[in-house]
């Protein structure tokens, strides 16, 4: 993660931007205040190499936020599936609904009660995945996580195994 540091010392015209980033060096960018153009703009020059990192950084930092949206609504989605299959199962318990309009339903319904599961594409999905059950406080289990992101579990155990924690 990295963090970005803008600050303004009142008793400078200088304002100082700085990214500090885990793991890798530090640069930082002085922009002089008395340098900005008339459009309140300032101009400034970066090197080729740094601007590439930039760029990369960006693109990466982006890439896991949508994921991190995407696991968010995937798992919100097979809540609610679980739910509705619940509420189905409960319908069958009760004698409301015989066995075959249960299956019928589910049948006829299916992205309405089947979690679909996937392969996990690599270490930064399941880094992802890691990051938003750290937040939740919660011990998953394999077969947990797997209902939840909609994910494989041999998958997943590859995926850890590959990094080296299974």
Known sequence: METNIL????SESTLKIENVKPMTSRFQTVFDLNDVNENGFVSFTIDEKQMDLLLKQF????????LRNDY?????????????????SLQLSEKLISE???ETEI???PEKYIIQMNNIEDGIHLRVIS??????GKTFNVDEVSELFSLDARSIDKELKAIGIK
Do not use: D, G
Not at 59 to 65: A, D, E, G
Not at 131 to 136: A, F, N, P, S, Y
């Open 131 to 136: 990051k938003i059950l750290t937040e939740i």
């Open 7 to 10: 600050s303004y010392p009142e």
């Open 100 to 102: 075959v309009e249960f």
């Open 72 to 88: 968010c609504i995937i798992a919100i989605r097979n809540l609610l599936k679980k739910n509705e299959f619940l509420q189905l």
């Open 59 to 66: 693109h990466f930092t982006n890439h896991v936020y949508n």
């Open 107 to 109: 049948e006829h319904n």
